[in-house]
C-alpha cells in the first residue's frame, strides 16, 4: 500500500520554496466559490441594509471626495463631471484595498482552520480575490450606467474610448493580481511579525493619497514635474490613468509606464506566491 495508484489524493511534505500545487487549486475550486459565499454571508448577516452596502460606500466615498476635494479644495478633473472622475478613482482603490487588506490576514484569521482540513492554502487568498471582483462589478455597473447618462447629455465633455474600453478586463486582472501579490506577502510576513498587520491599513490609507484617486495625474506634471516620473511608477497611478482615460475621456495613459506597472505586477505575484508557498509549510509552528 505504499504506491500512489491505490489513492485517491496524496499529500506530500513541500520543502522547495516554489513548490504551488496548481493543479490542487483547480480540483478545489468548488472549495472556493464556497469560500466567497461564506465571505459575504459573514460581512453581510445582522445588518439592516445588507448588501445594498455594496452600493452605498462607493456612493459615500465619492460624494465626499467631491465636496472636500472638488469643491472644498478645488482641486482640477480634467474637465470632467467631479463626481464620474472621484467616482472612477474610488472604485478601483477600493477593489485593490479590499484584495491586498482581506487577503493579508490569510494565515492569522484562518489559522484555525488550516490548523484542521487540508486544502490548497491558496484557496482562500483566492476566494478573497473573487469576493472583492463581485463586490466591484456590482459599483462598476452603477459606474457605467452615470457614464450612459453624462455622455448623452448635449456638450457634453464625457467621451468613452471605444478602444481602450476593451482594456478594462486587463486593468481589473492587473488590479487584482497586484492587490493578491501584496497581500499574501503581508500574510506570510504577519506570521512572525504581527506589527504589520497594524500597519496594513495606515499604509493602504497613505499610499492612496499617493495616488490618483483624489486628484488627476496632470496636477502632478505640472505643479511637481520634478517628481512626475517617480510619481508615474506607481503601479497603481497608470492603471487608474487608462481607466479614466478609457470611460471618461479623461488624460491620458503612458504605454510606457503601463509596461512597467504590469513588469512590477508580475514580481510582486511572483515574490508573495514564493514566499507564501514557503510561509504555509510551517506557519502552524509560528501563528
Known sequence: ??????????????????????????QYRDLIWLLVKRYFTLIYRQTVLGPLWVLLQPLLTTTIFTVVFGTIAGLPTDGMPKFLFYMAGSILWQFFSGCLTSTSNTFISNRNLFGKVYFPRLCMPISTVVSQLLNFLVQFAVFVGLVAVYALQPGTAVKPNGALITLTPLLLLQLALLGLGFGIIVSALTTRYRDLAMLVGFGTHLWMY???VTYSSSMVSQRFPQWARLYQLNPITPIIDLFRAAWLGAGSASARYMGISAGLTLLVLFLGVMLFSHTEKTFMDTV
Not at 504506491?3 to 513541500?14: F, L, Q, S, T
Open 210 to 212: 499617493f495616488s490618483p
Open 1 to 26: 500500500m505504499h504506491e500512489d495508484k491505490h489513492w485517491d489524493i496524496v499529500i506530500r511534505p513541500r520543502r522547495r520554496w516554489l513548490d504551488i500545487d496548481i493543479k490542487g487549486v483547480y
